[in-house]
């Protein structure tokens, strides 16, 4: 079953943006758990990759207020679904793989083989280390629809390990698993490398810049319609909960926070990149000290340290940065 983005509902302009997907943290850090004591238990058996007791629990509860608790309802169901219904191989000492053998049979051989490659690739290419253990749930086919509330993939921290969750849709194409995949590896670096204090937009466009999910469409609407292109605060605001995934705007937060990364990896190489995730990490005192006294955040300070400029000056120079001619992702 294949899912195809909706079309966008735009009065300026129309576009159908590619398929994108939607990446996130652990429910609690997204907001999608009920603000109520009872539904924080279940984030808390989601984030142990507890999936069969956070489902038990929240069927229990029902959707909550509003049915605010909808959204993670359904993301507990799908790893909850797989967990009941698959299997587990631990292909390396620290990666394994959770799928249902009915749907993916042989293949799983062939996706575990491809997954490996991308992240050895990718572990080179930015000379990371980190040690963390990754958990690749393949989900099942009939979790592929519009309802999903992550229907294009996305990396969620566990308490043990970082899992990546890939839809059915997703496996069908070596190729694109192979792009799913790397994006959401890439989001098992930069919140290992940062101790998960790294700002959503940086974290989203580290991992299009990563994999290279660059749209010249993008480039174009940016330059003409300035007003699409966000300040920091809206931007990060953009990855919160309650955001239309067929929407342009959500396809645009996206190529935003990559087109920034790409400048930053272009002023001072993609060691630096790495170097400005340690910033993030840092929890000294006299860093806490001097971020509460100035009144800073994180992320403005990090960049401040690393690109010796400010986080609104590196916003308007990323965007003057696509005017130049011959301008891409490459």
């Known amino acids: 079953m294949s899912v195809e983005p909706r079309a966008v509902r ?11 997907p939607m990446r996130i943290g652990s429910p609690a850090m997204w907001g999608l758990a009920e603000d109520i004591p009872y539904w924080q238990a279940v984030s808390r058996l989601y984030d142990m990759d507890n999936v069969v007791g956070a489902y038990e629990l929240a069927v229990e509860l029902g959707a909550g207020r509003n049915a605010r608790g909808l959204s993670m ?13 698959g299997t587990r191989h631990e292909v390396t000492d620290w990666f394994g793989v959770e799928y249902i053998p009915s749907e993916q049979g042989e293949r799983i051989q062939a996706l575990a083989q491809v997954a490996l490659k991308k992240a050895g690739q990718e572990r080179d290419r930015f000379c990371w280390q980190g040690k963390e253990k990754v958990l690749l749930a393949l989900l099942a086919q009939e979790m592929d629809a519009s309802w999903a509330t992550a229907r294009f993939g996305y990396c969620a ?11 059915h849709h997703a496996t069908q194409s070596e190729d694109r698993f192979e792009d799913v995949f790397g994006h959401e590896f890439a989001h098992v670096m930069s919140l290992s490398q940062s101790k998960q204090r790294l700002s959503k ?8 810049y990563v994999s290279r999910e660059f749209s010249d469409r993008s480039r ?8 699409h292109w966000l300040n920091p605060q809206d931007l990060e605001l953009q ?17 935003q926070a990559g087109w920034i990364t790409l400048y930053m990896a272009k002023l001072k190489g993609e060691k630096e990149l790495m170097v400005l995730l340690d910033q993030f990490a840092d929890e ?16 403005a300070d990090a960049i401040k340290q690393v690109y010796r400029m400010s986080q609104a000056e590196l916003f308007l120079k990323a965007r003057a940065s696509l005017q130049a001619p011959g301008h891409n992702g490459e």
């Not at 309802?73 to 219904?85: S, W």
Request: net charge positive; with cysteine.
């Open 157 to 167: 921290q566990k308490t043990e390990y970082y899992k990546i969750c890939v839809p």
């Open 73 to 85: 309802f359904r993301l507990v169901d799908a790893e909850r679904d797989v967990r009941v219904r």
């Open 10 to 20: 735009s009065e300026d302009y129309a576009v159908t943006p590619p398929m994108m």
């Open 284 to 299: 000294g005192f006299l860093r806490n000290l001097k971020l509460m006294a100035l009144g800073e955040s994180r992320t």
């Open 220 to 227: 174009q609407v940016f330059l003409s319609r300035p007003h």
């Open 239 to 255: 990855f919160g909960p309650g955001i239309d995934l067929g929407s342009a705007d959500k396809w645009l937060a996206y190529q």
């Open 201 to 208: 937009w940086l974290g989203e466009g580290f991992s299009v």
